[in-house]
């Protein structure tokens, strides 16, 4: 009779601990394609894979790319500086993030941060159409070189102009894009699957960083360097429209409040 009793107080124990012996049986088993048809798994997996790929489809890279080249056309005198400048733009303003972030919401700031980079990119793709007058050229310096016909001063003007849309891009980007989808992977995993499901997001990320990185010079023989950065531009609408339909604020929210949101309890 004592062992049946132990053996009972051992097989409810783990009931105790968890919400349901569905949800026990799956944190014994970890991770397997099964727990997919779970919205509390399958729809906090999808926003953190679509938030690393579309972090990286914002074209940060291609704007970092081309910085020393910009700051090389806006005359300054050491473009080496544009690495630095905008080193300090993106430490200050994730500071910032950091610091607002548990006040404003990662939402707001998602939203926010997605809202500049569109308007960034737009004004940087519109720097390229009128500094390049729709010129057919495959070479991505002599894309960026300055046009015979055009005046000195104008193009100088046009470089300004994509220096300070530049570093509003930056700027946007290390206020939410750059740290808030890191920050939201370690909060919206369920604890058995967090590991795979991180795994699997920060191999989107890279995977996505290095097609980009890969085949943004094909995209710009393409579509034009104009059209390559318009194209960024639509691809920060739709992380802007994915924040506000698809993501929940997790400020101030356990795990748990998290997961019933997604199961819609």
């Not at 000195?152 to 046009?158: E, I, K, Q, S």
């Not at 998290?258 to 819609?264: L, Y």
Request: charged share 15%; glycine share 10%.
């Amino acid at each position: 009779m004592r062992s049946l009793r132990t053996g009972a107080q051992r097989g409810l124990r783990p009931g105790r601990g968890s919400s349901s012996p569905d949800g026990w049986c799956a944190l014994e088993q970890g991770f397997h394609l099964g727990l997919l048809k779970h919205p509390g798994i399958y729809k906090p997996f999808v926003i953190g894979v679509s938030l690393m790929a579309f972090q990286q489809l914002s074209g940060v890279n291609a704007v970092t790319f081309y910085a020393e080249t910009i700051f090389e056309q806006a005359r300054f005198k050491d473009s080496s500086l544009a690495s630095v400048i905008v080193g300090i733009i993106q430490v200050l303003f994730t500071g910032m993030a950091a610091l607002v972030m548990d006040r404003a919401g990662r939402r707001l700031l998602l939203a926010l941060s997605g809202v500049v980079m569109v308007v960034s990119t737009s004004v940087f793709g519109s720097y390229f159409k009128l500094a390049q007058g729709g010129a057919s050229n495959s070479s991505h310096m002599d894309l960026l070189a300055p046009v015979p016909a055009e005046p000195v001063d104008a193009h100088v003007g046009l470089a300004w102009l994509a220096v300070s849309s530049m570093c509003l891009f930056i700027a946007g980007f290390a206020l939410g894009w750059g740290p808030i989808p890191w920050l939201l992977m370690s909060e919206i995993f369920p604890l058995h699957i967090k590991g795979v499901a991180t795994g699997i997001c920060v191999l989107t990320n890279w995977l996505t960083a290095f097609l980009v990185t890969k085949e943004f010079s094909s995209l710009m023989e393409v579509l034009r360097p104009y059209g390559a950065f318009w194209l960024s531009s639509a691809f920060c609408i739709c992380s802007v429209l994915f924040t506000l339909f698809c993501v929940p604020e997790t400020k101030g929210r356990t795990l748990e409040q998290i997961t019933a949101h997604f199961e819609g309890r």
